[in-house]
């Protein structure tokens, strides 16, 4: 649906512009032209804001752990959906359950490090993250379960 808002709104500036052109003579029926062009421009700057609107207010708000893992190392090795170097957070998300035992040990092991879980591929160690902040970004984790 919002593509063809989208689309209809470009049309409609494509239309505007073309009206304009067609407008250089300056007889009366120009005029009337531009008008109409004037009209379609408003109607599409319309369209396009209202677009806008509805783009951020659909996208939920990143969670404090995605935010935190934005200004960590994590994505050199971990992506939500595909395995890089560590499992894919979905993957995490689908072998734990999202009880407090679980979080409390996954935050104590990003901030350790270690393998064996998943195989013999380490995780660094995250030495001086805090424990809070840890369980924050463990819960955004869990969360993408799919
Ligand atoms: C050097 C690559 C690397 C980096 C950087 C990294 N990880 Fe990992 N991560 C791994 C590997 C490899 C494993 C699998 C470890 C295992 O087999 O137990 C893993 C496992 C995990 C697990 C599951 C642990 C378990 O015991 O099942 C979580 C949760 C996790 N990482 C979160 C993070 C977070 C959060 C960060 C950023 C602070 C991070 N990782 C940074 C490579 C990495």
Not at 44 to 73: F, M, N, R, W
Request: hydrophobic share 40%; aromatic share 4%.
């Amino acid at each position: 649906m919002k593509k063809v808002f989208i689309i209809l709104g470009i049309s409609a500036i494509f239309a505007a512009c073309g009206g304009n052109s067609s407008t250089k003579g300056g007889a009366d029926s120009a005029s009337g032209a531009n008008q109409a062009a004037k009209a379609a421009n408003s109607d599409a700057d319309t369209v396009v804001a209202k677009t806008g609107t509805e783009a951020t207010g659909s996208s939920a708000a990143p969670s404090a752990g995605e935010k935190l893992i934005a200004t960590l190392d994590c994505s050199t090795c971990h992506k939500v959906d595909t395995k890089v170097i560590g499992p894919a957070f979905q993957e995490i998300a689908a072998k734990y359950e999202a009880t407090d035992a679980n979080i409390d040990m996954l935050a104590k092991k990003i901030i350790s490090g270690g393998s064996g879980n998943w195989g013999n591929i380490a995780m660094t160690p995250h030495p001086s993250l805090p424990e809070a902040d840890a369980k924050e970004i463990v819960k955004y984790i869990l969360s993408t379960k799919k």
